[in-house]
């Protein structure tokens, strides 16, 4: 796993003045947000006796750790021991990790890392989020496999019309090639742009919007270091844009979270039909990605065999390999 990155962690929409417990690289945090609204991001480990401080409850902007009840700032200084006299030294150990957060595009980011988050990379911009005619909807999957699989997995166009045969992948000629294309290099991230010919009904609700005929799709996927893809996906009725965040629990569980938005239909009485296409969706590329073996990508590039599909892949392998290498370290 990298570090000195922007890891967005939860849906801003489901952090409140209750603590809520988070599951990332690893380790557990503690979020709530203080009396001005604001997100404050916690070691979810009291420095006493190591329970959950989200166990707790919040007293204007600090925690109480359920267990002896003593209170932390949102700086994760110790401001009271209740078993303490009165005067008694708070000793300075009595103090847990906290982390720099933003909120943005729908989500709450954690910077994790021991450089100063100035100097490291950004967080992906998402100018998509505050277009007024872009409907969101919000959705959640569980993947038990490395986040790096799960990444390239959404970042892989040639597995569409495989493994999204009974899905919107329906659409896609059988066998399709795939095209020239041109990849895209940024700072921290890369693109590429795929258009498809003749794309036809797919399977399911998504084809009442998709010409009797064939028609052009057009697509580009993109990542950013360390865990974020985008899709956009332009055809005749609109344009869905899906921007999704791969949090790593751990080495072998994933939990990814993706905002879709969408054009057309734009009536939030439809949402409960774009989240289950999606959610069918989501299951099909589950099932493929827990079959892979090893469950993260390979460190030698040479160990899978890559052919020209596989280019956007193929940079993201080379970016998360020069930034373990070269400018970050490993976490653990
Ligand atoms: S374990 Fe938290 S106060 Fe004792
Ligand atoms: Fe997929």
Redesign the pocket.
């Known amino acids: 796993m990298l570090k000195n990155f922007w890891y967005a962690c939860e849906f801003s929409s489901a952090v409140t003045y209750k603590p809520k417990q988070i599951q990332m690289l690893n380790q557990k945090f503690v979020l709530y947000r203080n009396q001005k609204g604001q997100i404050v991001a916690l070691k979810d480990q009291?420095?006493?006796?190591?329970?959950a401080?989200s166990q707790?409850w919040i007293e204007e902007d600090s925690i109480r750790?359920?267990?002896?009840?003593?209170k932390f700032q949102s700086d994760g200084k110790c401001s009271d021991?209740p078993s303490n006299k009165p005067k008694a030294t708070i000793p300075n150990k009595a103090c847990v990790d906290s982390y720099v957060v933003q909120e943005e595009y729908g989500f709450i980011w954690i910077f994790y890392g021991d450089l100063p988050p100035e100097q490291c990379p950004p967080i992906p911009l998402l100018p998509e989020f505050t277009d007024p005619n872009l409907h969101p909807i919000y959705y959640e999957c569980k993947v038990n496999t490395n986040y790096t699989r799960t990444l390239e997995n959404a970042i892989d166009f040639a597995h569409i019309y495989v493994v999204h045969n009974n899905s919107f992948g329906k659409g896609f000629k059988r066998g399709q090639k795939i095209e020239q294309h041109e990849i895209e290099l940024e700072e921290w991230g890369a693109s590429i742009k795929v258009d498809f010919q003749n794309y036809t009904k797919p399977n399911g609700f998504l084809k009442y919007f998709i010409r009797p005929s064939s028609s052009k799709v057009t697509s580009k996927l993109s990542f950013y270091l360390p865990n974020i893809n985008k899709l956009e996906i332009h055809f005749a009725a609109g344009k869905i844009i899906n921007f999704g965040t791969h949090i790593p629990i751990d080495d072998n569980t994933t939990l990814i979270k993706r905002i879709q938005f969408r054009s057309f239909f734009t009536y939030p009485w439809a949402d409960p039909l774009f989240k289950k296409t999606n959610f069918k969706v989501s299951m099909e590329d589950k099932v493929v990605s827990e079959s892979q073996i090893p469950q993260a990508i390979p460190k030698d590039l040479g160990s899978e065999v890559h052919v020209y599909s596989d280019a956007l892949s193929l940079a993201y392998r080379k970016f998360y390999q020069e930034n373990l290498e070269k400018l970050w370290k490993q976490i653990n």
Do not use: F, Q, S
Request: proline fraction near 13%; include cysteine; charged fraction near 5%.
């Open positions: 009291c420095p006493h006796r190591g329970a401080l707790g750790c359920p267990y002896h009840g003593w021991i």
